[in-house]
């Protein structure tokens, strides 16, 4: 009887034993499990932290392209010098596109203004009197001084037409120039500007026996200026 009892015993604790050590063994595969996949990620991240920590771009030693500054400058004016990084010539690039543009329509204003007048002048119309408010106070049209205030707003007009072509030209070459300067400033960005490039102008002992006569104390040499370029 006793012997049954501790047989009875022994069974019902491995019965009751197993689940429990199955399911302890079943977490401590999971959580190592985790810790590999969380291991995993984290080396997964370092790569990618130091990919985008070498992608940084370092200004200090980036140098422009000329042919992407070209292409910019043409496609859209000061986008090169802004490419560049010299936006401290964007006032001077847009203010010369401003002025051009300012001075074009005033002076085309200023051209049918004064065609409308030299018409009116030209058709004897007494109605049609545009040209009246170009006169002084006080001032008359008549027979005696007509000819030459018809020759007036004729010259007038053809200047202000030359002055809004000329407007029109101008805004082209500061438009040319933009990307000529974006180019030259992108290709010059690795010229060495450095300390040890310099000129010196020093006199100097020539070596020469065709100068001086064969009588002469230096009759090998002779004294004249040397100019070295330093690079």
Excluded at 72 to 98: D, E, H, S
Excluded at 201 to 219: D, F, G, H, M
Aim: aromatic letters at 12%.
């Amino acid at each position: 009887m006793r012997k049954a009892i501790i047989l009875f015993t022994i069974l019902y604790s491995l019965l009751f034993s197993f689940p429990a050590y199955a399911q302890s063994e079943k977490k401590d595969s999971l959580s190592s499990e985790i810790a590999q996949q969380a291991d995993s990620a984290l080396n997964a991240e370092k790569p990618l932290k130091e990919l985008k920590v070498k992608k940084k771009r370092d200004w200090s030693t980036w140098k422009p392209d000329p042919k992407r500054a070209l292409w910019l400058a043409i496609i859209l004016p000061g986008a090169g010098q802004i490419y560049n990084r010299k936006y401290w010539k964007l006032p001077i690039v847009y203010g010369g596109f401003l002025g051009c543009a300012y001075a074009m329509r005033w002076n085309n204003q200023m051209y049918l203004d004064y065609s409308q007048a030299y018409l009116d002048i030209m058709d004897n119309d007494p109605k049609t009197e545009s040209y009246s408010k170009f006169l002084h106070l006080g001032t008359e049209i008549n027979s005696s001084n007509i000819e030459r205030y018809k020759e007036v707003f004729r010259s007038r007009r053809d200047r202000y037409r030359r002055w809004r072509d000329l407007s029109f030209f101008v805004m082209l070459g500061v438009y040319a120039l933009s990307i000529v300067d974006a180019y030259v400033d992108a290709s010059l960005s690795t010229f060495d500007i450095s300390d040890d490039l310099s000129l010196h102008v020093e006199p100097a002992v020539i070596n020469s026996k065709a100068i001086v006569s064969p009588a002469s104390p230096i009759s090998n040499s002779a004294i004249g200026i040397k100019s070295a370029l330093k690079f």
